[in-house]
């Protein structure tokens, strides 16, 4: 008796913010696999639900069961999140709360136990932050190095920072870090007084939304203009240290 094979794990692209929710962003291999969907893993039951409303009526959206995620606090539930794809045939997608699962995002640990477990992956492109602010902040993208938040503690953050600028400087290579919305303005302000006045800087804020932003150019330009408010923004920050 030949098995039947398994059905993959589906990583689904999102959206980049709750004004940005268009299912038009996103390739028609998306709506079609969405439509198919028997299970969805999610961070956020609410975020998850509003997803699958884009691609069908409403209430098809509400009968279709999804299971909470949350990356490395959640291990043990690998198993038991994937026993729908291994055990029951189903079709079932991973969908971080904005962008690309996995990127960023604690995914890859349910896309490890699924390879370990033989159950296949497809992945589809779709909206990046981190990307889209590398496209958009006229930096080198031939070697780019992202890395998450820095730390809490404001002398931790500045030392983190001047250590990022010299690696930038000796690698030749963009650094990227993200920030939660309630900091970006004072790591704004963080950067423009510890960074060298030569080293090209970028911040992207709300990218997709209508209210999107980049800044860019070098920091000894950059302070002689106004410089818009990210306060309570959602913000990449990119910069390149010249030597």
């Given at each position: 008796?030949?098995?039947?094979?398994?059905?993959?794990?589906?990583?689904?692209?999102?959206?980049?913010?709750?004004?940005?929710?268009?299912?038009?962003?996103?390739?028609?291999?998306?709506?079609?696999?969405?439509?198919?969907?028997?299970?969805?893993?999610?961070?956020?039951?609410?975020?998850?639900?509003?997803?699958?409303?884009?691609?069908?009526?409403?209430?098809?959206?509400?009968?279709?069961?999804?299971?909470?995620?949350?990356?490395?606090?959640?291990?043990?539930?690998?198993?038991?999140?994937?026993?729908?794809?291994?055990?029951e045939g189903k079709a079932l997608g991973l969908?971080?709360?904005?962008?690309?699962?996995?990127?960023?995002?604690?995914?890859?640990?349910?896309?490890?136990?699924?390879?370990?477990?033989?159950?296949?992956?497809?992945?589809?492109?779709?909206?990046?932050?981190?990307?889209?602010?590398?496209?958009?902040?006229?930096?080198?993208?031939?070697?780019?190095?992202?890395?998450?938040?820095?730390?809490?503690?404001?002398?931790?953050?500045?030392?983190?920072?001047?250590?990022?600028?010299?690696?930038?400087?000796?690698?030749?290579?963009?650094?990227?870090?993200?920030?939660?919305?309630?900091?970006?303005?004072?790591?704004?302000?963080?950067?423009?007084?510890?960074?060298?006045?030569?080293?090209?800087?970028?911040?992207?804020?709300?990218?997709?939304?209508?209210?999107?932003?980049?800044?860019?150019g070098p920091l000894y330009r950059l302070k002689?203009?106004?410089?818009?408010?990210?306060?309570?923004?959602?913000?990449?920050?990119?910069?390149?240290?010249?030597?």
């Amino acid at each position: 008796m030949v098995k039947t094979p398994l059905k993959p794990l589906y990583l689904l692209p999102n959206f980049l913010g709750e004004e940005a929710f268009d299912p038009s962003l996103l390739p028609l291999k998306v709506h079609q696999t969405v439509a198919s969907l028997q299970g969805l893993i999610a961070e956020n039951k609410q975020v998850g639900r509003r997803y699958l409303s884009c691609f069908m009526p409403h209430e098809v959206a509400r009968s279709i069961p999804i299971a909470l995620y949350k990356g490395e606090s959640d291990r043990r539930l690998l198993d038991f999140l994937l026993e729908p794809i291994e055990k029951e045939g189903k079709a079932l997608g991973l969908v971080s709360d904005a962008g690309l699962p996995c990127i960023a995002d604690p995914g890859f640990l349910l896309v490890r136990r699924a390879r370990e477990k033989g159950i296949p992956v497809e992945a589809f492109g779709g909206l990046s932050s981190i990307f889209l602010a590398l496209m958009l902040s006229g930096l080198p993208a031939q070697r780019f190095q992202f890395n998450g938040y820095l730390p809490i503690e404001e002398l931790s953050r500045k030392k983190e920072l001047l250590r990022l600028e010299a690696v930038s400087k000796r690698e030749r290579m963009t650094e990227v870090f993200m920030e939660a919305p309630h900091r970006a303005e004072k790591t704004l302000e963080l950067c423009f007084a510890s960074l060298q006045p030569t080293t090209w800087f970028s911040v992207a804020w709300d990218l997709t939304l209508p209210t999107q932003g980049v800044l860019s150019g070098p920091l000894y330009r950059l302070k002689k203009q106004p410089i818009p408010s990210v306060k309570s923004r959602a913000a990449l920050f990119l910069f390149f240290a010249e030597e």
